[in-house]
């Protein structure tokens, strides 16, 4: 857990170290070799969960000549504050996240890479929901459907297969179940990279985000602060605080809302979240912290723009794609809204959970961790967009469709999501022959019943309209949309997991781990009229076991190679709750080498970052349509990631990552007049590259410039690979003044070019693409005591 009393800043920090004199030599080679990476804004965190409590949160504002830490061995010894400004020495290598596992490893002696976004870089580059903070780690993209909501693509995989949590607890299948989270309530967005399966029980093969929220601290109160507009009408608030009741009972509470007219007007999308943190600490040794996070939303209702045949249309925008088919966008159709006008996808999330963390003495320590979720979400929208381009078409009223319109359905699904789950933990520390070993043994266990009611009209089209001018039109009624059908679908999960980390010799690390699960499903589906379909319907027991193995070894204090090889058997990569009985028999498989340098040089101003690794799975499900899977044998992924952080001095500073991604499909048949055996897997870019420079404090005048860029190479939009999304890269730009002590105003203008572009193609709507936002500016206040 993050600890407030370390600040942890950059966005894609993923390790520090330190100058070594012996080993010069080496270093510049290193230095040559790496290059720049990450960010230097400052970022904190803590060995695990249990020692969150014990950190002390520094006054912001207060610039340091920051301290190294080294991890302490129990929950008494709390680590001094630090505060690093954006011109300030790079975080510690020492920081620990908890999405790295339990064994409370530092960055540097975790085998595997991880990226860390902090609250404080969030708020600077004006990140308002965690997605976009995760966009800015190395080879991260996301989506924008609302239909699959918090959606991202890392390492070639997307949706499902990549698992995002919220303070480490899973919510069931990621584009069904989460929901966005505004970036004020978090201390911190997390990315651990490749599967981890074996850390958290669940299909997690492209990597893990775990979106981290604010605790309470004991010295003394704080306050923050958020007000912001921009284009579309766009406005994010927030107001939060920690608080000391008494010396052993400390309040945070945090409450932030997002509202926009949406780039395509009438996709009015907004939210308010509601987090509160109560912190009882009796005694150095026990720690109890209940918490409630309360998100209501409505995401923005743009499905996206129509694809349609250009050679009946004409008038194509450049710039966007290619089609091997003749389909492109005309001028008239971007930034038009065809959904219908009371269109329907909001949420109502309610997350109690309670921590409990028991240090027996300084080799033993116990962590529980028990939660509740509660969820009901709406859809409620013409989802599909279909370009006619022949007469014979009808609607569900039996009218004619003319070509030259765009043909809609009508989809949608009512959820309600129980769920309670329990982990516990101990870690224990001994000695083995001498050698120095940490053991983690626990078990989860959780029950989930989630049940999705949904219809649509029995015709192809429910209505049609203009191209260029889409009716706002009421959702309506249509025969054979109602009554709806029901499939509710109970998970029982129970694992048994360990870590262990022996300490061979001093730079000598053996990280390993395994877990093994009991799954149960069972998948229920009901037709219209209410009878039970057992064509469809099944129940299914599983047994996946998972482990991961690899050494850490410090070429000198300062520099450390790793490698790892890790396992994952899960269900398929797909929507879980969509499958049917016969769309899969056995556990999908994914197997992932990996290996890496992490450094710092030049006396800790210059961290950097790099990794290699491949990655094969089997037996897997993709999506193919809004409520259809299906089978994909193998995809196969490899790539290089870097990133770099260099702090030229106390002004200036430069940051930047780089990811380069080969994925494909191995035998693969989405439907029968589809093969994509061999084909690239979409929404996968080449290359993606961030790069960020600051520099603060202008001519020693209270004034920040900075600006950023971000480069995403081209992607394949459909399985088959006739769609083609042209490459592009955005420029943003913003200037901080510090009006007051503690109080800084911001103005910024993103995607400074108006670059138009295609953000994402999704597969399950073959018919439409989702654009990027255009130029957009924004002015907010931010105010921290």
Known sequence: MWRRGMVLPAASTAVTLFWSEPVRPLSYALTALLGLNSVSVAYAASPDDWRSSQATSPKKGRKSGAKDHKPQPSAQHARSPEYITAYGRT?????????????????????????????????????AQAEAAADSAPGVSSGGSPGAPAQLMMRGFSGNQILVLHDGQYFGPTTMVNRPQNSFNLESVQVLKGPSSVLYGQGAVGGTVDMRSRTPTFDGPHANALISYGSFNTWNAGVGGSVPITRTLALRTDFSRTSSDGFVKGADPHSDDFTTTLLWKPTSKFTARLSMDYLTDRLSTYYGTPLVDLAQTGGRVGGLLGSSKGLGITRASPWRYYNVRDSKAGSVNATPTLHLDWRVNNHVLFHNSSYVIYSKRRWNNAESLSYISSPGNIDAAGNAIAPGSIGRDRFYVYQNQHQVGDTLHGQFDFSIFGMKNRFVLGGDAYYLRFIRNRGFPSANYADSVSLVSPEATPLGSFAGEYPFMKSPTTMVQAGLFLEDVLTIRDNLRLVGGFRYDWLSLDRQNYRQNGQFNAATSFKGH??????????????????????????????????????????????????QGEIGVKASLLDGRLTTTLSLYD?????????????????????????????????FDRHWSLSGN???????????????????????????????????????????????????MRYVSARKGDYANTLSLKNYALVNVFVGWHAYKNITVYGRIDNIGNKHFIQWADTGYAGQVMLGAPRSFSISAQADF
């Open 91 to 127: 975080s510690p290598l020492q920081a620990v996240p908890v999405v790295g596992g339990k064994l409370g490893l530092s960055i540097q002696h975790t085998p595997g890479t991880i990226n860390v976004v902090s609250h404080d870089v969030m708020m600077q580059r004006g990140y």
């Open 542 to 591: 599983y047994n996946p076991d998972n482990f991961r193995i690899g050494p850490v070894f410090d070429l000198t204090k300062n520099v450390s190679l790793y490698g790892v090889y890790t396992t994952g058997e899960d269900p398929p990569g797909s929507n879980l709750f969509l499958t049917n009985r016969g769309q899969f028999a056995k556990l999908s498989h994914s197997r």
């Open 615 to 647: 990655i094969r799975r089997t037996r897997m499900l993709v999506s193919t349509g809004p409520d259809t899977v299906a089978t994909a044998g193998v995809q196969k992924s490899r790539g290089v990631e870097w990133q770099g952080d260099f702090a």
């Open 658 to 708: 780089v990811a380069y991604t080969y994925s494909r499909y191995g035998s693969f048949h989405p439907s029968a007049s589809v093969d994509a055996s061999g084909n690239q897997v979409p929404n996968v870019p080449a290359v993606t590259a961030n790069l960020w420079a600051i520099w603060s404090r202008v001519a020693d005048l209270p004034l920040d410039l900075g600006a950023g």
